[in-house]
């Protein structure tokens, strides 16, 4: 008859091989999926895209303290385009805008969360501060064509807070 004491090593003995054995992660059928890198490009001297998975957004590259609000709200659906680039769109009118995120936003596969905390989710609609610029006073050529936005004459940027 075994002790309690012979039991206890037994099942530790048993418990470390089946955690030795594990499970296969290479081989046929049991690779994990690659994980989407994050990338960042600067274009001009203060927007930066930033990209994710399959989506870009435009972004300040630095804070700039200089920068003051704009009391207008920024509503609409955050759409991901055909090339990555997100854009807000006007749900009653159809219309497409470019989007500059405030410096320190992030983005996810999922959508972008503000420096304040507030997330702006793709497909979903949303209301922040901001307000509108013409795009050729906000946006170098370079990534207006990068993100293939020609035709658009409007951009929201987002205020920091």
Excluded: W
Excluded at 6 to 29: I, Q, R, W
Excluded at 45 to 53: F, N, Q, R
Excluded at 149 to 156: V, Y
Aim: glycine share 10%.
């Amino acid at each position: 008859m075994l002790r309690a004491s012979e039991y206890v090593l037994a099942f530790a003995v048993l418990a470390a091989s089946l955690v030795a054995c594990g499970t296969p992660t290479d081989g046929p059928g049991n690779s994990e999926a690659p994980s989407p890198s994050h990338s960042s490009q600067v274009f001009g001297k203060d927007t930066e895209l930033l990209s994710y998975g399959g989506n870009s957004i435009i972004v300040r590259s630095s804070p700039d303290p200089n920068t003051a609000q704009v009391d207008a709200l920024v509503e609409g659906t955050l759409r991901a385009e055909e090339y990555g680039c997100l854009v807000v769109v006007n749900e009653e009118t159809n219309a497409r805008s470019a989007i500059k995120f405030p410096y320190g936003s992030s983005l996810s596969e999922q959508g972008v969360k503000l420096p304040g905390g507030q997330y702006l989710g793709i497909d979903q609609s949303f209301s922040v501060g901001g307000g509108s610029r013409d795009m050729e006073a906000v946006l170098p050529q370079d990534l207006v064509e990068k993100c293939r936005l020609s035709g658009i004459q409007e951009i929201f940027v987002i205020n920091p807070e």
